[in-house]
């Protein structure tokens, strides 16, 4: 039998020229769902980015906010233990005030005893506990300018050689514990 070459050559031709229109059409499914899938997972990506950013910036704030507590809740305790030893201290100020009334008394003859010696011992322990938890007096000498956020002016009386507004005598000592008065300077002023 004798193959015509020509229409081999033609059938071979048509063949392909079906092969090459068929496979695009085959393709071209294929990379359009790959390309979708892409175009999907990209779009999940950047979802979840935008996620990943808003968590860690809650995060972020959350940490900053509890910060923030933490540090007013320190000065809040600070505060609260600061006026509860002023308070303490304030309750004590009358029983050191006793102690330096009875030493400025006491008759020279007793000075010695040893008894009296234990109990000015006993005056300068608490003294020196006061000192230690930062409480100072407030130093007032005749003729000092009037200052009401320090002193408390019990008497407006005359007096020779002291100008009007300045204090004249400290009736009582004021104490500071840091910059807060704790018990204000009882004084006579000048009229």
Do not use: C
Not at 90 to 109: C, G, I, N, S, W
């Amino acid at each position: 039998m004798e193959v015509n070459t020509q229409d081999a050559a033609n059938v071979s031709a048509t063949a392909s020229t079906e092969d090459t229109q068929a496979a695009p059409e085959t393709a071209t499914p294929q990379v359009d769902a790959r390309a979708a899938e892409i175009e999907a997972l990209k779009a999940e990506l950047e979802k979840v980015k935008a996620k990943s950013a808003e968590y860690l910036d809650g995060w972020q704030r959350a940490r900053a906010e509890f910060s923030n507590y933490r540090k007013r809740q320190d000065s809040e305790n600070a505060a609260q233990r600061a006026l509860h030893t002023s308070m303490t201290i304030a309750r004590l100020l009358p029983v050191l005030d006793d102690f330096e009334r009875a030493t400025k008394t006491l008759p020279v003859a007793l000075r010695d005893m040893t008894w009296i010696e234990g109990v000015l011992l006993i005056h300068r322990k608490l003294q020196l506990i006061l000192e230690s938890e930062g409480i100072k007096s407030i130093e007032v000498k005749r003729n000092d300018t009037f200052d009401p956020s320090i002193h408390e002016a019990v008497s407006h009386d005359e007096a020779e050689g002291v100008e009007s507004g300045r204090v004249i005598e400290e009736l009582q000592r004021g104490y500071k514990l840091g910059d807060r008065v704790v018990r204000p300077t009882l004084v006579r002023v000048a009229r």
